[in-house]
């Protein structure tokens, strides 16, 4: 089969992760079918080298733009594609061969989105809701996703498959306890510390993390170790974020709470392997990959009880309300003083990362592109 694969969201985080990890499975598992991965080189060069029965459809980003996608459809049809597989959100208006649509999470229209139009939100439901409905299948990361779909769309529940996420395999490597101080030496990050890591949104729920642990701080402050607890946020610069600023200043934690903005996956497991305890309160996810990431550095991890979450981490982590301050305190005072409970999330994690595979996932969707072409 000739199949098109759209990388254009190769970069980003999350999506970008799946799209990458399918790549290089498919890479190693399928040595029949013939891949055309719609991207630009930079994309490209993300997973590159590859085999020669992958080759690059140059083609520019483009979002709605009726020429663009008008032209991709030529492309696709001059080089016999038989499936294309968008994994990322809404598809190409005009695509002509069956194709695979992969949601991770609808987050934007289950909140509303600041700065957007009413009928740009109109339009962005009835483009999503199309690509759904003409869809060959829908994969989705998780249950919590796939009843998203079935509640806001009206999507069948036997029109979609969960094929779960995994752990990136830069987070799978091991890294020299040398290495990991050199590390935490060079950005003057001193034990202990909380940490938090993904991007900083709305849903990530961020100001109430940070009222949480001034609350902590109150309640440690005698601590003979934990007094000098602080707070590491790994994401976007502060400066984009005003009301994580005030949130700092009102809970008057200027001088515990840091933003190291991105970091590379070398950096970033130096912490995840040294953070006295992982947090993720977020207030949504359609998977959420940091925790799993965390539990594979031997990192104890809270995160909220909430969609997917509940699926990823299982009884491999402290479950807390979201929404409640105190009880996200009290969550991570709870790891942090309750040793036995500390080595059995550290245990639980390591099962817990093993019952992902990206292997067998990319297994599963690979079944999936012969079902939809015999379709």
């Known amino acids: 089969m000739n199949i098109a694969l759209d990388i254009r969201r190769i970069q980003d985080y999350g999506a970008g992760t799946y799209t990458r990890n399918l790549v290089m499975q498919l890479a190693r ?82 909140t509303p989105v600041r700065d957007r139009h009413p009928l740009q939100s109109a339009w962005q439901f009835y483009r999503m809701r199309r690509s759904l409905q003409r869809a060959q299948r829908v994969v989705c990361v998780s249950r919590a996703t796939q009843r998203d779909l079935q509640r806001t769309f009206g999507i069948p529940a036997n029109k979609t498959d969960v094929i779960y996420n995994a752990l990136d395999e830069r987070f799978t490597q091991s890294i020299e306890p040398e290495e990991i101080k050199r590390t935490l030496a060079r950005y003057q990050a001193e034990l202990p510390f909380l940490l938090y890591a993904g991007n900083i949104k709305p849903h ?48 008057r934690t200027q001088a515990d709470v840091r933003f190291l903005g991105f970091v590379p996956p070398p950096t970033l497991k130096a912490f995840y392997s040294r953070a006295a305890a992982f947090v993720f309160p977020s207030l949504y996810e359609g998977f959420g990959l940091p925790p799993l990431e965390a539990m594979a550095h031997g990192t104890p991890v809270v995160a909220s009880n909430v969609s997917a979450l509940t699926e990823v981490t299982s009884n491999a982590a402290v479950l807390v309300n979201p929404e409640n301050v105190f009880d996200i305190s009290r969550g991570i005072r709870q790891v942090l003083l309750d040793d036995a409970l500390r080595q059995r999330l550290i245990n639980l994690g390591y099962q817990q990362v093993q019952r992902f595979s990206w292997e067998e996932s990319v297994r599963r969707v690979l079944h999936l592109y012969m079902q939809a072409v015999a379709g």
């Open 29 to 110: 598992l399928d040595t029949s079918n013939h891949y055309w991965l719609i991207g630009t080189p930079a994309d490209w060069s993300e997973v590159a080298p590859l085999p020669e029965r992958f080759a690059l459809l140059d083609y520019e980003h483009s979002d709605g733009r009726f020429r663009y996608e008008w032209r991709l459809g030529w492309r696709l049809r001059k080089h016999h594609i038989q499936l294309c597989h968008i994994p990322y959100l809404a598809a190409p208006w005009l695509l002509p061969c069956p194709y695979l649509l992969t949601v991770h999470d609808i987050v934007d229209f289950l």
């Open 204 to 251: 990530k729920n961020l100001p109430r993390l940070i009222e949480a642990f001034a609350v902590l701080k109150d309640e440690l402050r005698q601590h003979p170790y934990y007094r000098n607890l602080r707070l590491f946020i790994i994401g976007d610069e502060l400066s984009k974020h005003p009301q994580l600023r005030r949130a700092v200043i009102k809970s």
